[in-house]
């Protein structure tokens, strides 16, 4: 083979790699372990664009240099593979969403081994398949049957606390649970019933039901998450949403809060996202406190941290959802208050809390009592306080709080600047009173004055210190179709497990995946969706988990895929432990990834994995954006302008597919069969050609700019292809796609098969010494791009190579002492053609076999230097010098040197100043 035929290359090479399993891992203790993975896709039925692959390319080029490296590798793949989406084209369709979902995930699978990723693909796992949510059900069971310990700090299975009931009652107990907890003693325990003791016992289970604020569309039948409602409506769809409370599944996953929140420090994560956990978790030190309302016997419970300023509350504020909402609104104000209600409570959590500009609220009507002074102060609704952060209430502070502020001064409600009160014993919390703006007090004032605040309360019986976490308990189930189901059936209105050995419960058929006539979820739909036990047949959950029930485990599975016994052996979980490099998006910072966090901790609490946390590093990439092509219709006509003879042309701009454009030039004859309206377009031509506008935007189908590697790899290559996405730009950097830049890393990769072929296509690698100069070359770029790679900073790697192979072009060499190593170092970024070249060379096994080359100093350390000259201050020569020489060596050097002789012109030098290594300045 001549050529550079990259085709027949990479089929070949791709076929080999297949059918030799070359990249499966197995647990070998004799070497070290290194565990990448790239976070799972989602199967849409659209395929793979450009931008997609980048992650996939860093981490492969990553896993292929660590192998190189001695390292035995984890890097698997999967697929994300329950989803609204497949379920929504079921329902228009009636297909169900398995077939879809299959045929997804072939085309996907079709796209990423024509890359030729070194997948382990005997690992692959789809969270839609029962082999792999029979697991998934098994850890909700687990979590099911655990509660959370406080004095133990972790996870303790329920049979635990049960244990503890029967010898003490509920008394000295500390741990997780509801708000108020049923108090009994061990006899009262003892005599409870079944139902009573099951009861209490979802008061503190790490799963359980409670009524919940969600995010209701009825359109799609199910509850949505914050994420995926915008302006009140779905985001896909756009169907309207509603909150409402309804009876859901979560999970405490507040347990965990402060652990969540101190692991984030021992993470290579980017700093970003864990702030983004870290505002997400929200711990706030402060109190928590009630105020009577006048005229009921409910209480308001806020949580504050800056009780010391309570004499500035001048209202009190709730969520439109607060249960006390309906009974404190009167007569006077219902009217407007209810009509308020109904509109903030369709707005999402996420939208409220993005909104500062929008002001509203009402007023209720109703008083509450400031329990330090006595003082009556009006109870409003507002959109700013939300139910799911802290109470659902606030005292508001205006001259305090820029919210509160706004509120106030938006309603014209009272704004204390400085505020002077008194306790009993005529201070607080000095003398005189206090001002109530941090900027007035010390820190330690401020804390003096929150510390006798708070022993305050404690002594009235009226609030307590407390830390606060803003995030909420996981919501889990969702009313759809297509999700795991839940292994829990009902007896007199009680959740039970349903017995291990009757996993998987699969998704029953239905004969539509909409919800019932009545309202139930799609799982309702089934003919017979029961458990039968010894008592009876008894209903079974009809919700489904949320989508990243499965993705919060996946990465313990691929450690051991095929186990029909346990999710994850001991060895395997043992061997493999954390992931050493996650690579993925940052919007998913405060799901998939708090959620991954939170099941780790659990499991490794219950003993059933070694490690706390999943991710060890983690690097987001950035996005590849699209490069939009643009025509320009003349106005009121079918005549088309390029670009550089718009004028005074009156034109409108129009997206173009960029696949029929080519360096920006328009394919004519493609543009008239793009659509039927295009058949008999006309031309303005620059040159006898089209040009056209561009952009760079986000990389859509509706701006024509989607860019399939399909099309690039047929063109170009899979390796053309991993080293252009990589050569873009800094992996983590926003950068676009240009196709017209990627002929000249298609040359590269011809440029260097040319250096192991004559110009007649003939094979002539030698077994001569190389020059130093060319092992130099070739020294330089296996220092350069293991610094790289060790750093992630793929792109200048991509540099280096090009650099090094035009060095070894022009030295005309041909020696198998450089051009080996080359080949081995260029591997994880180009293995086609790096392994075509590989075996050409002789070699039976792959390259994947080989180590990585050692830099050696003898070739780094420079022996010359090439000085720039300057004569008064202008650069007049270079010339090169050796680096042993003295100060006044290199400069008779430079006064000798026949191209300074013209400017020096035999006058004197006034001053020759030399730095060694550097440069040289002749002062005349």
Not at 62 to 69: A, E, F, M
Not at 341 to 348: M, T
Not at 460 to 470: H, N, P, S
Not at 671 to 688: I, M, N, T, V, Y
Request: charged share 25%; hydrophobic share 35%; glycine share 8%.
């Amino acid at each position: 083979m001549s050529d550079y035929n990259f085709r027949a290359i990479e089929k070949k090479w791709q076929g080999r790699w297949e059918q030799s399993r070359l990249f499966n891992a197995k647990v070998d203790t004799d070497k070290p372990k290194f565990y990448s993975l790239d976070m799972f896709p989602y199967p849409s039925g659209a395929g793979l664009h450009v931008g997609h692959p980048l992650g996939y390319i860093a981490s492969d080029i990553v896993t292929r240099y660590k192998r190189l490296k001695g390292f035995n590798v984890l890097h698997p793949m999967g697929y994300d593979s329950f989803g609204l989406p497949a379920e929504q084209y079921a329902i228009q369709t009636g297909q169900h969403p398995a077939i879809t979902t299959e045929k997804n995930i072939a085309r996907y699978t079709e796209q990423l081994k024509n890359i030729g990723f070194a997948f382990d693909w005997e690992k692959e796992v789809r969270t839609s398949e029962p082999d792999y949510y029979r697991w998934t059900q098994w850890i909700f069971m687990q979590l099911f049957d655990s509660y959370y310990d406080l004095d133990a700090d972790k996870a303790m299975p329920i049979s635990h606390l049960v244990s503890i009931f029967e010898k003490e009652g509920s008394q000295g107990v500390r741990a997780v649970c509801d708000e108020n907890p049923t108090s009994f003693s061990q006899a009262d325990w003892q005599g409870f019933s079944e139902a009573q003791q099951q009861e209490i016992l979802l008061q503190y289970r790490l799963t359980f039901l409670a009524e919940t604020t969600v995010n209701w569309c009825a359109a799609l039948g199910t509850v949505l998450s914050n994420d995926e409602v915008k302006d009140g409506y779905s985001e896909r769809g756009g169907h309207p949403v509603e909150r409402k409370r309804m009876m859901q599944w979560s999970m405490r996953i507040t347990a965990y809060a402060e652990r969540l929140l101190k692991g984030l420090d021992k993470l290579e994560w980017p700093e970003p996202v864990k702030e983004m956990q870290r505002n997400w978790i929200g711990r706030s030190v402060g109190a928590e406190m009630v105020f009577d309302i006048e005229g009921h016997t409910d209480k308001i419970k806020v949580f504050t941290t800056r009780i010391d300023t309570i004499y500035g509350v001048t209202y009190l504020a709730l969520a439109p959802e607060h249960e006390l909402v309906g009974q404190l609104i009167t007569d006077e104000q219902r009217e407007v208050a209810e009509s308020y209600v109904a509109q903030a409570k369709n707005r999402s959590e996420r939208d409220r809390m993005a909104d500062v500009k929008t002001i509203s609220g009402a007023f209720t009507g109703s008083y509450a009592t400031n329990p330090f002074n006595g003082e009556q102060i009006p109870i409003w609704i507002a959109d700013y306080v939300l139910a799911g952060y802290g109470t659902g209430a606030v005292m508001a502070v205006p001259a305090h709080d820029e919210r509160d502020y706004n509120f106030a001064n938006h309603f014209g409600l009272e704004i204390r600047q400085v505020i002077e009160g008194s306790m009993e014993d005529g201070s607080f919390p000095g003398k005189g009173g206090t001002i109530m703006n941090s900027g007035f007090i010390s820190g330690l004032e401020m804390q003096a004055a929150m510390d006798k605040a708070i022993a305050f309360l404690e002594e009235k019986g009226i609030g307590k210190g407390k830390i606060q976490y803003k995030m909420r308990d996981a919501i889990f189930t969702r009313q759809r179709y297509w999700g795991e189901p839940l292994p829990v059936y009902f007896k007199e209105g009680l959740p039970y497990l349903i017995a291990e050995k009757d996993l998987p419960l699969r998704l029953p058929e239905v004969d539509k995946y909409l919800p019932t006539e009545d309202g139930a979820p799609p799982l309702g739909r089934a003919r017979d969706w029961t458990y039968t036990t010894s008592e009876g047949s008894f209903p079974l959950e009809m919700s489904t988990m949320p989508g990243w029930a499965g993705s919060s485990w996946y990465f313990f599975r691929y450690m051991d895929a095929k186990n029909q016994d346990v999710f994850v052996s001991p060895e395997a979980a043992d061997y493999w432990g954390a992931v050493d490099l996650y690579i993925g998006g940052a919007e998913h910072a405060t799901g998939h990834l708090l959620y991954s966090r939170f099941w780790t901790k659990f499991l490794y609490d219950r003993g059933l994995v070694p490690i706390a946390e999943p991710f060890q590093k983690m690097i987001n990439q950035g996005m590849i954006q699209g490069r939009s092509n643009f025509v320009y219709r003349k106005k009121g006509s079918n005549t088309f302008i390029s670009h550089g003879l718009i004028g005074d042309h009156e034109v409108i701009p129009m997206h173009v597919d960029v696949n029929i454009v080519h360096n920006d030039h328009l394919d004519l004859e493609a543009f008239k069969q793009w659509r039927p309206d295009l058949a008999d377009a006309a031309f303005l031509l620059e040159d006898g050609k089209y040009v056209c506008g561009a952009e760079v935007e986000k990389m859509s189908k509706s701006k024509y700019n989607v860019v399939n590697p399909d099309d690039v790899i047929e063109s170009y290559g899979a390796d053309t292809l991993r080293l252009y996405e990589m050569f873009l730009g800094p992996l983590e950097q926003f950068k676009p796609w240009n196709t017209n830049g990627i002929d000249g890393v298609f040359k590269f990769l011809k440029k260097l098969w040319r250096l192991f072929h004559d110009q007649n296509g003939n094979w002539q690698v030698t077994e001569e010494k190389a020059s130093k100069e060319a092992l130099k070359a070739l020294h330089k770029t296996i220092q350069k791009v293991e610094e790289d790679v060790e750093r992630h900073a793929f792109n200048t790697s991509v540099s280096s190579f090009m650099i090094c192979v035009n060095e070894l072009s022009a030295l005309k060499c041909k020696q198998r002492e450089v051009l080996e190593p080359l080949l081995v170092i260029l591997s994880p970024y180009a293995p086609h053609i790096a392994e075509e070249l590989w075996e050409k060379l002789g070699h039976a096994q792959s390259i994947i076999h080989e180590h990585y080359p050692q830099a050696e100093e003898q070739y780094l350390t420079e022996d010359s230097h090439e000085y720039p000259v300057s004569i008064n201050g202008k650069m007049r020569a270079k010339i090169k010098l050796s680096l042993s020489l003295s100060r006044p060596e290199i400069e008779a050097a430079a006064l000798e040197h026949e191209d300074l002789q013209k400017w020096i012109a035999g006058k004197t030098p006034k001053k020759v100043i030399v730095v060694p290594g550097k440069i040289v300045n002749i002062v005349l």
